[in-house]
Nanobody
Framework: QVQLVESGGGLVQAGGSLRLSCAAS????????MGWFRQVSGKEREFVAA????????YYADSVKGRFTISRENAKNTVSLQMNSLKPEDTAVYYC?????????????????RGQGTQVTVSS
């Protein structure tokens, strides 16, 4: 089992920045690909970004490309999401997820391990 706990959410003005973190415990963190999803109330949970266990490969949704950066520190069992140039439409609950492969992070329901989420609100 892998337990995931997100932190760093909050309220920020449009154009501002936030950094989300996800702390993992349990099995060997470095064996897993990690990702972030988000959900706007009333909409489906959507993929935001993912990073391979090797750190070399990262993937982003088109809506956040160039503004968000995913990173991980395997020695500290953490994955982060740096969010810059935030927009009101980025307002959502952000969730961390882990899977043995990047393919497993294509959809929320397919991710093997999932966190409880942290709220991000961007005011206009």
């Amino acid at each position: 089992q892998v337990q995931l706990v997100e932190s760093g959410g909050g309220l920020v003005q449009a154009g501002g920045s936030l950094r989300l973190s996800c702390a993992a415990s349990g099995r060997t963190f470095g064996d897993y690909a990690m990702g972030w999803f988000r959900q706007v109330s009333g909409k489906e949970r959507e993929f935001v970004a993912a990073i391979a266990w090797s750190i070399i490969h990262t993937y982003y949704a088109d809506s956040v490309k160039g503004r968000f950066t995913i990173s991980r520190e395997n020695a500290k069992n953490t994955v982060s999401l740096q969010m810059n140039s935030l927009k009101p439409e980025d307002t959502a609950v952000y969730y961390c997820a882990a899977d043995t492969s990047l393919e497993g992070l294509a959809r929320w329901n397919e991710a093997r391990f999932r966190g409880q989420g942290t709220q991000v609100t961007v005011s206009s």
